[in-house]
């Protein structure tokens, strides 16, 4: 029983505390997670204050670090980065996350207008075009090819990952399905995409060449 009161003392800096007499040795100079001079694990009070102060000041720069990678992968390494397939399958659903968070941001925005217009549409889009016109034709294609190259960057990854031409396969493919759905159909067009899709996703890293999962790090 003793021992657990004692360990409790030691990880709490409240209980701590309790039993030392006010204008004692160590009075005014505790540090939390400390019992007198050394904390709770072997290390002088100062050093383990000055290690969560560290923690505390490192924290933002490292959540600033993994933006800084996530944009790497998106809008880096145009010609040298690869990405096996898991990684890949990852950041192709936060890009489809984000068009479909916008997509919906639209649809609530055009039924707010819609609702407050009464019902009519044509007045709605006037009164969004009036208000938000501008804003939306700067915005909005300037996001959609932002996510488009973003798209085409880690599709160009995964094919280099494969063994293959990173932006060249990329031109082939976009070509291909472009002649398919201008000479033949659009829904064969969109079944070539989703074959490319898949294959992206199942074909392991250097299958087709040199490259391989093992540098897949984009």
């Known amino acids: 029983m003793m021992a657990v009161i004692g360990r409790f003392s030691c990880h709490n800096p409240l209980a701590s505390g309790l039993g030392e007499p006010p204008g004692g040795e160590d009075a005014g100079g505790s540090l939390p997670f400390s019992s007198g001079k050394r904390s709770c694990f072997g290390i002088p009070a100062v050093e383990a204050a000055q290690r969560i102060r560290l923690s505390d000041i490192t924290a933002v720069p490292s959540v600033v670090g993994r933006s800084a990678f996530m944009l790497r992968v998106y809008f880096g390494e145009l010609r040298e980065g690869r990405l096996a397939r898991l990684p890949y399958l990852g950041y192709w659903a936060l890009l489809a996350l984000i068009m479909l968070l916008i997509a919906v941001g639209i649809g609530f925005a055009v039924g707010m207008a819609q609702d407050m217009s009464g019902g ?99």
Not at 170 to 195: E, H, N, P, W, Y
């Open 120 to 218: 009519d549409m044509q007045q709605a889009q006037t009164m969004l075009q009036e208000k938000y016109g501008l804003a939306a034709a700067i915005l909005l294609p300037l996001f959609g090819a932002l996510l488009l190259f973003a798209n085409l960057n880690i599709m160009a990854k995964r094919i280099r990952d494969i063994g293959l031409p990173g932006w060249l396969g990329v031109l082939a493919l976009v070509v291909v399905s472009i002649l398919l759905s201008s000479m033949v159909s659009q829904d064969i067009a969109g079944l070539f995409d989703t074959i490319v899709w898949v294959l992206l996703l199942v074909m392991p890293g250097g299958s087709a060449g040199e490259a391989g999962e093992g540098q897949a790090a984009a």
